[in-house]
């Protein structure tokens, strides 16, 4: 992965030296005749031939599947977990997908059976290896965040606690790994009068390092920890933390590679009631932190850049409709720091999925809207970005009579494609997750009603 990331960015780099060279050139000849001399313009980008797949199924078992999540590694392979029905409790369950023989045989990935599991989070390094943490009910009746790994190659380990507090539940984990196989899990537990932000650290052949408290303050409840981290290990979390008064803030803590985290530190500035987030970062460790904030009955977006001299910065508005309410961004970056936001933007009776660009060197883009449906309201938007700044988006999208999942694609250096339907199926569908690989191949993944059982269903985009 690191290395087609660095081709990557040495082709992006050869481009925009391209470019500016052509453009110098045709400014300084602007106004003579001597265009004899002018080198030729840069070629243009290769056409994007990337299609979708065929449908095919992640799981038929018997019992309802939902909730599923998607990685993608650098060779095409995937892997899909989701959270089973089975003897009245749910279970995790993982299957993998090779690009020669399609998906195998369902996994069942733990064998506690205290009660449910769920919100699972998955992620790949750039071996293949794959990190699963989710939330479990453990013996004390709370929750327990616990996480398996994937060896490539040899298959799934057993599954472990992350951590042992039981005063209260710990939920909602989220994974990322750096390109030796380092990985960070954060999440957020209660204590008995607060909920804290925590992380913990996984290292090939050590192990798990054991649980850090990494919100620094404990006056305040923090929660929904998000988390992005480099190919060369720095990471960043980015959360919402409420105070007493219900004053509700985004905060943030980096880990620096062979550092450990630093001070949490707030992130947003504006009055109102700040909620529903998500960052991302690029190969150098600048970050981009976007959050809802709620101000006299309108929710309206905000953004903030973490530059690794800089800080965070002043943050500004994402989007300028003040008509209707703005819900739910989400963020990816490149290795270079172009970055794609998609939310929900609300237009007469229901809601649409619009996006907005960052570029280096030329900042934000126009927002705009990336569906024509008004049949029905969008909801989910999920989207991952692949090393040369391609975007997939898929979401559900309700067409008057149950939900359907849509995507649709951005070509760096020609926008975006129209939206498309990615299945037929006669009950509604419903999570949709996308993961692509730095090459630009990608898994969609969906839950779908047949009958009253939810089954889990894919589709490869290559
Ligand atoms: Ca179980
Ligand atoms: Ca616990
Ligand atoms: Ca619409």
Redesign the pocket.
Known sequence: MSLSISFSRLACTIACCALLIACDSGGSGGGSTNRGTNPPPPPPPPPDSGTWGTVSLVENQGNDASQPKVAVDANGNAIAVWKQMDGGRYNLWANRYEPDTGWGTPQLLENLDYGNVDQADIAIDANGNAMVAWWELGAASKANIMAAYYTAGVGWGAATLLEFDDRGDATTPKVAFDADGNALVVWFQYDGSHYYVWSNRFTPGTGWAGTEFIQTYTAQSGYYPELAMTADGNAVAFWQQLDPGLTSTMWSNRYTAGVGWGVAEQVSNTTGFAYTHDVATDAAGNAMAVWGVRESNLYSLWYSRYDTVAGWSTPELLENQDSQNAYVPHIEMDAAGNAMVVWLQG?GS?Y??WARRYAVGSGWGPAQLI????TGG?LRPQLAMDASGNVLVVWQQYDGSQYHIWSNRYVAGSGWRTAELLETGAGGAAAPQVAVASNGDGVAVWQQLEGSTNHIWSRRFE
């Open positions: 237009s229901n649409s999925l569906e024509n449906d008004d969008v």
